[in-house]
């Protein structure tokens, strides 16, 4: 009878923590990265978005440093992608911007002087705000 309850406490107490641990996070969203292929995902990493910060791909995710081929950007989301470390823009062609969805880098064109090149294999940094259906966050 005893042992009974003990458990009926423990498992209470065990049910309370884990809600408490999805309230910590509540569906914050993340972008994913990968070197090889994003269906099947190959060398994928997630990157949770902090709203206008950069994301630099450096330290644990240096593997993916001039290796991106492919993105997924999340619903409501923009995310602009940089061939310079520390999301700095310089010239047209050194940035790409993208809206919600998956992205293959060979089909993401930018302008250069003598046309267009994609952007595969060339981001070092990144950076995403929220974008379009913010309207209802006013
Ligand atoms: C983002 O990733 C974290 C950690 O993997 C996860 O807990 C969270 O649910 C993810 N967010 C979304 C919107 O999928």
Redesign the pocket.
């Known amino acids: 009878m005893l042992s009974a309850q003990v458990v009926l406490v423990a498992l209470f107490l065990h049910a309370s923590a884990a809600s408490a641990d999805d309230l910590a996070?509540p569906?914050?969203?993340?972008m994913t990265a990968c070197s090889g292929s994003i269906n099947p995902p190959v060398g994928c990493v997630?990157i949770?978005i902090v709203s206008d910060s950069c994301f630099n791909f450096v330290g644990g995710a240096s593997g993916l440093d001039k290796e991106v081929s492919w993105v997924q950007v999340p619903a409501e989301y923009a995310c602009t992608y940089f061939q310079n470390f520390g999301c700095l823009a310089v010239e047209e062609d050194d940035h790409a911007t993208l809206t919600c969805g998956i992205w293959n880098m060979f089909d993401v064109l930018v302008p250069t002087a003598s046309g267009t090149q994609n952007f595969n294999d060339l981001t070092s940094s990144l950076s995403c705000v929220r974008s379009g259906s913010a309207a209802s966050d006013v």
């Not at 569906?27 to 993340?30: D, E, K, Q, V």
């Open positions: 996070a569906g914050s969203p993340n997630t949770p």
